[in-house]
């Protein structure tokens, strides 16, 4: 038996989320997945929302691979392991490259330094999420496939027709998802190389209500002549800098989706509160480190 995170969902719900984790090449497929009572358990390559810990038997013929992030075409390893990423490579036929990164997120621009450790070297790859096509390259703008399911969170929620602000946009996945049911989505970021790769995501997904804006956060509340419905947040190292800017941009009533990272619970309770905010929901979306985690606290701008 091998330890492994897993999805539990309804039975009635199994082979529509297994399609969907593998969709998303989450689903770990050298293990079988099994049940327990009413529910499926359905194991994935990596910690998620949600997910928990089981014991599962390996599928005949399948290897035990070493732990790692699919993004797209890309493996990105935990340790630096050439003859593990080798065996990754070898046993998953979409992936074209296996890299380890040598540095935390950092920098202005939010980037990461990778070594190759198997296949092709390079950093860009092409995503599929929920049937949007997005063009990253992960060592010159942020990317985060363990956010499909909270974009998918908030377009659930959206109403028709809104004003939406993304501050912190990257290659574009959150502007570009929400702009299926909003009037505006307005996409800023600070890295020019991150604004280039969404033109080519908003082009290549035929996104048309999408503007796309070079700036810093700090000055959007001088750059944009109103205010918006909903704001995305997605800064997790600093965004509480910004939430000022934040609440200044949002319309009375709007809703500021505020992602950061967290020690405990209600940790940034005080600062949401003394701004003008009510938090609805507060929410783990996935560990960052150990005793961090990448948190969501769902905001209402007071009137």
């Known amino acids: 038996m091998v330890e492994q995170w897993c999805i539990r969902v309804p039975l009635k719900r199994g082979e529509e989320v297994r399609r969907e984790l593998i969709e998303e090449e989450a689903l770990d497929l050298s293990l079988r997945v099994r049940t327990d009572g009413s529910a499926l358990l359905l194991p994935v390559v990596e910690q998620r929302e949600n997910a928990e810990r089981s014991d599962f038997e390996p599928q005949p013929g399948r ?5 790692h992030e699919i993004v797209g075409g890309i493996a990105i390893m935990q340790d ?32 990461r ?5 198997a296949g092709i070297p390079t950093t860009c790859t092409d995503v599929i999420e929920y049937g949007y096509r997005f063009t990253v390259d992960l060592s010159n703008a942020y990317f985060s496939s ?5 974009r998918q969170r908030i377009l659930e929620r959206m109403g028709d027709g809104e004003i939406v602000l993304d501050m912190f946009s990257g290659v574009g ?11 505006l989505v307005v996409g800023s970021d600070i890295n020019p190389r991150a604004i280039t790769l969404m033109l080519t995501n908003l082009a290549q997904n035929r996104t048309r209500n999408v503007l796309p804006i070079l700036a810093d956060a700090h000055h959007l509340p001088a750059i944009i002549p109103w205010q918006f419905d909903r704001i995305i947040m997605n800064l997790p190292l600093s965004s509480s800098a910004f939430l000022s800017e934040g609440f ?5 009533g709007g809703v500021i989706h505020f992602y950061t990272l ?17 938090i609805t929901e507060e ?8 005793g961090q985690w990448h948190a969501v606290y769902d905001v209402k701008v007071k009137d």
């Not at 363990?146 to 909270?150: G, K, N, Y």
């Not at 200044?248 to 009375?252: A, I, N, V």
Request: proline share 7%.
């Open 146 to 150: 363990r956010l499909s399911s909270e």
């Open 262 to 278: 967290v020690s405990g619970k209600g940790e940034h309770n005080e600062l949401i509160h003394e701004l003008g905010g009510e």
């Open 173 to 183: 996945p959150f502007a570009i998802t929400l702009a299926a049911r909003a009037a």
């Open 80 to 111: 630096c392991d050439p003859a593990g990423a080798a065996d990754i490579l070898t046993s998953r036929p979409s992936i074209h490259s296996v890299l380890f990164a040598t540095s935390e997120v950092s920098g202005e621009y939010r980037t």
């Open 248 to 252: 200044r941009l949002c319309k009375p």
């Open 113 to 117: 330094e990778f070594r190759v450790l």
């Open 63 to 67: 290897q035990v691979l070493p732990r």
């Open 283 to 290: 929410r783990v979306v996935r560990s960052y480190s150990p």
